[in-house]
């Protein structure tokens, strides 16, 4: 995840990070622009398709479609940041109930039980961890998928590593009711906290196997293609040499959109703007650590 300052103005619009649209698009932009040249020039020069009363009804039909993408890709914005933001929710619950957890076996374990603190304060910060590599395994990206994928190794024989750790602590959790060390009412308590682990992590898979449709993702490609396609037409005699320049800006705005959308809608990737889960896991075992010391 990129850390910056969004006062500084200057090194948002003159610096070119390694996460900027720009380079991924570049080899787009120049066929946009090649393309462009190639129009112009035919149109100017031959077809001269757009001269006179034309021009004005390609001129409508651009304004009308440019409104109809510009709602199209505020809506797929929109709808990727939600996922993003409800990923970081979900870690940053997890972050508060690792929390809990710890503090409340702290209270309910007697101090002279080292073993059991010993135990929650290594595994309580593992299930973060476990998690993170749980949600960045392209195992998990594909279990809904409805496509065998033979380079992958068999999905329903994949250890479930989160509940695997879930699972141990929940047993130690019942030895210790079972061995008389907790109440039945804080094992009630104990058992809601554990269950919490396991919602958060449904819920982050959940958005990590369930991508946007792909009609919407595919029908939002064609539209930007087929409408900057048509855009030299429509100012080669009004612009001239000038309609290059502006088509391939038009092109790079409205596909920039579009793959900051694709970025950020699977916010558990190693992209620089996905979230910094590793970071987070490693403030989980700081936290828990210093509770239970």
Not at 153 to 160: E, F, G, N, S, T
Request: with cysteine; hydrophobic share 45%; charged share 20%.
């Amino acid at each position: 995840m990129i850390y910056y300052n969004p006062k500084d103005w200057a090194l948002a619009i003159f610096k070119i990070h390694k996460s900027d649209t720009f380079r991924a698009l570049l080899p787009m932009l120049i066929f946009i622009s090649l393309y462009a040249w190639g129009i112009v020039y035919l149109e100017t020069e031959y077809l001269k398709l757009s001269k006179g009363s034309h021009a004005s009804n390609i001129t409508v039909m651009h304004t009308l479609l440019g409104f109809a993408i510009s709602m199209l890709l505020v809506f797929r914005t929109n709808t990727a940041y939600d996922r993003w933001w409800e990923g970081r929710k979900h870690w940053g619950a997890l972050v508060n109930n690792s929390r809990n957890l710890a503090l409340k076996l702290k209270a309910v374990i007697p101090s002279g039980d080292y073993a059991s603190i010993t135990f929650f304060r290594q595994v309580i910060p593992l299930y973060a961890s476990a998690l993170q590599k749980h949600l960045q395994k392209e195992t998990t990206q594909f279990q809904l998928d409805e496509k065998y994928h033979p380079e992958l190794p068999d999905l329903k024989d994949i250890q479930h590593v989160p509940n695997k750790v879930a699972e141990s602590m929940i047993s130690k959790i019942n030895q210790l009711y079972r061995d008389q060390v907790i109440s039945g009412d804080q094992l009630i308590t104990l058992n809601l906290e554990m269950q919490s682990f396991t919602d958060i992590c449904g819920a982050c898979e959940r958005i990590k196997n369930t991508p946007i449709p792909y009609s919407y993702s595919a029908f939002i490609k064609k539209f930007i293609f087929i409408y900057v396609a048509t855009l030299p037409f429509g100012f080669a005699f009004n612009l001239g040499n000038l309609a290059i320049p502006v088509t391939t800006f038009i092109f790079y705005v409205l596909a920039s959109l579009e793959l900051i959308a694709e970025e950020i809608e699977d916010p558990f990737g190693n992209d620089s703007n996905d979230l910094p889960m590793k970071k987070i896991a490693e403030n989980i075992r700081a936290n828990v650590e210093d509770i239970l010391k």
